[in-house]
């Protein structure tokens, strides 16, 4: 019993001293002359490198590598890998985030600077549509002018039209007055000559009847 809470104790112990950790990403690779252990290191690769394989022992565990265009070495071929190390993945991602991150931005920016436009271009649009508005309604007042004009028109063409009869009615008018005038002139002028010759006529007959009349009186005594 006492070795079964030692135990339980001891494990208690150690499950409070273990913390979480991380296996680095930083790794050197050494290069050698040849594909063994005790061959000397003529350089040091850091993770993440591109590196072009020329040749495979699968004998040894060893790959020949292209250091430069004269010069090769022989690597682990366990520590190579067929695709990039996480760390040169991560920098590759932050990278790209960032780059993303600052198309974001500007992404945003121009979102922004459409906006001012849109609320620009929907001020114009409500400014346009008003003047419109107005427009529709001054061509309606000008349709109604238009045609109240058109009908003073057409009345005042048909006053002018009755003027201008009426016109020619008084100058008929005029003339038969004048007609009837010179008419009664004349009248007037044959009256006083009938009653003027009448006088005449008179004059002379007058004188001989009174004469006459003396004589039958002067026979009858």
């Known amino acids: ?106 992404v945003n920016k121009q979102l922004a600077e459409l906006q001012l436009k849109k609320g620009s271009l929907d001020s114009q649009s409500a400014e346009l549509s008003g003047r419109n508005n107005k427009l529709v309604r001054e061509l309606d007042q000008l349709k109604k002018t238009s045609s109240n004009a058109v009908k003073i028109l057409a009345e005042r063409n048909q006053l002018q039209q009755r003027v201008v009869t009426i016109e020619r009615e008084l100058e008929g008018f005029k003339r038969e007055n004048a007609t009837l005038k010179s008419s009664s002139a004349q009248d007037w002028f044959l009256i006083g000559a009938a009653v003027l010759l009448l006088g005449v006529v008179l004059g002379f007959i007058l004188p001989k009847l009174s004469w006459r009349r003396k004589s039958s009186w002067q026979s009858s005594f």
Do not use: C, F
Not at 20 to 42: P, Q
Not at 85 to 103: C, D, G, H, I, T
């Open 1 to 106: 019993m006492k070795k079964i809470i030692l135990a339980l104790s001891l494990l208690t112990s150690s499950s409070l001293m273990a913390q979480t950790a991380y296996v680095s990403d930083e790794l050197d690779i050494m290069v050698r002359s040849g594909k063994s252990a005790s061959h000397r290191i003529i350089a040091t690769l850091k993770s993440g490198n591109k590196v072009n394989v020329t040749e495979r022992d699968t004998d040894t565990g060893y790959s020949k590598i292209k250091l430069s265009a004269t010069r090769d070495g022989w690597v682990l071929s366990r520590l190579l890998a067929k695709s990039p190390s996480a760390r040169a993945r991560l920098a590759a991602a932050e990278k790209k985030a960032a780059k993303l991150q600052v198309n974001i931005a500007l």
